[in-house]
């Protein structure tokens, strides 16, 4: 059984180079944007130029919104406990939305070396660390990995 690898990483600190570099090196062969709302102040980063960045690296785009956190659930976070509660409703919230995990899961299989993507570089900050967990737990197979870079 080949293996496959669900990469996660965040692009909070980095330039667009950095981050395709970051992607290159780690043969990515599609990125899964799961920012509810692909929109960034950051140069690159907004859902139509990283679309056409992946394009120009041969890397396919894919977004899924409805497996990112809305952004008013976001504004009201202080401390590490508003985050585990945060976590914790939108680990839950993940089984709500059975029809895109299983899309995930099938473009994992598809292309083997795939990375969730969104805007915070600490991945214990970001929801992309419980939603590769939870798809983790889905697939349930020696032959899978889950990478935080």
């Known amino acids: 059984m080949k ?4 990469f996660t990483i965040g ?4 330039t667009i180079e950095k981050f395709f570099g970051e992607l290159t090196s780690n043969k990515i062969r599609a990125l899964i944007d ?3 709302n692909p929109v960034s102040r950051k140069p690159g980063f907004s859902k139509k130029k ?3 960045n992946c394009e120009s690296q041969g890397i396919l785009y894919f977004h899924f919104p409805e497996a990112g956190i809305p952004s008013f ?7 590490t406990g508003s985050y585990d509660e945060l976590f914790d409703w939108y680990s839950s919230n993940l089984k709500t939305i059975p029809g895109a995990i299983q899309q995930i899961i099938g473009l994992v299989y598809q292309y083997s070396r795939v990375v969730l993507t969104c805007f915070e570089s600490d991945v214990n900050l970001c929801h992309r660390k419980p939603c590769g967990e939870f798809i983790e737990k ?4 020696e032959s899978f990995r889950l990478i935080h870079i």
């Not at 692009?11 to 980095?14: G, I, N, R």
């Open 73 to 79: 659930y976001r504004k009201e976070l202080k401390s």
């Open 138 to 141: 889905k697939i349930n197979s």
């Open 34 to 36: 799961i920012r509810a």
């Open 50 to 52: 990283l679309q056409s």
């Open 3 to 6: 293996q496959v690898i669900l």
């Open 11 to 14: 692009y909070e600190k980095k």
